[in-house]
C-alpha cells in the first residue's frame, strides 16, 4: 500500500508537530520550519514510527522560503497539506517596525494562500486530497475590546484573512 504524503508547515513545535505526531503512522511526511534541528530531531522520532520523513527548513516570512515550499508541493505527489506555521504580532501597530509588518502579514496571510495554490494542481489531477489551514479564535476579534486580551493587529488581520480565504475554498 502506498503512503499518503502530508506536508506540514510550523512542524518543529505546536501544533505543527502534534499533526506529524498524528499522521505517522499511516502518513509519509515533508516537514517545513524554520529551525532545521528541530526538524532533524523530529524527523528521527516519526522514522522510528515508520514514516519517511522529508525536512525541508524553510522561512514562511520570506518569499524564498515560500517558494522552496511551493517548489516542493509543484511535484504534485502531496495530498495533504497542513498549513500550520505561524507568529504574533504582539504590540501596538506603532511600535512595529516596518519591515516586520511585512513579514508577519508573509508568514500569516500571504504564504497559507501560496500554499494552497501550489498544492491543488497535484490534489485536482488525482481527485483527492485535504487541506487544513490553522488560524485562530483571534480571526474573529476584531473590534474586540476586552483590556484582558492582547492587542494583536496584524495577527488577527492576517488570521482573518486566512479563515475568509479557506471558508470560501471549502464551498
Known amino acids: 500500500?502506498?503512503?499518503?504524503?502530508?506536508?506540514?508547515t510550523g512542524a518543529s513545535s505546536g501544533i505543527g508537530a502534534a499533526y506529524a505526531r498524528l499522521l505517522a503512522d499511516d502518513?509519509?511526511?515533508v516537514l517545513v520550519a524554520r529551525r532545521a534541528d528541530r526538524l532533524a530531531d523530529l524527523a528521527e522520532e516519526l522514522r522510528a514510527q515508520g514514516a519517511a520523513v522529508e525536512v525541508l527548513?524553510?522561512?514562511l516570512m520570506t518569499h524564498d522560503g515560500i517558494a522552496a515550499v511551493t517548489d516542493r508541493l509543484a511535484?504534485?505527489?502531496v495530498r495533504v497539506l497542513i498549513s500550520n506555521a505561524g507568529a504574533g504580532g504582539y504590540a501596538p501597530l506603532t511600535d512595529v517596525e516596518s519591515a516586520?509588518?511585512?513579514?508577519?502579514l508573509t508568514l500569516n496571510a500571504v504564504a497559507p494562500v501560496r500554499l494552497v495554490h501550489a498544492a491543488l494542481p497535484g490534489m485536482l489531477a488525482a481527485g483527492e486530497g485535504a487541506i487544513v489551514t490553522v488560524a485562530s479564535l483571534l480571526a474573529f476579534s476584531a473590534?474586540?475590546?476586552?483590556?484582558?486580551a492582547p492587542r494583536r493587529t496584524?495577527?488577527?488581520?492576517?488570521?482573518a484573512a486566512t479563515l475568509g480565504f479557506t471558508r470560501t475554498l471549502a464551498g
Do not use: S
Open 1 to 8: 500500500m502506498t503512503r499518503i504524503i502530508a506536508l506540514i
Open 27 to 29: 502518513h509519509d511526511l
Open 57 to 59: 527548513p524553510a522561512d
Open 75 to 77: 511535484a504534485g505527489d
Open 100 to 104: 516586520d509588518i511585512d513579514r508577519l
Open 143 to 148: 473590534g474586540f475590546t476586552d483590556p484582558r
Open 154 to 159: 496584524l495577527y488577527v488581520a492576517a488570521k
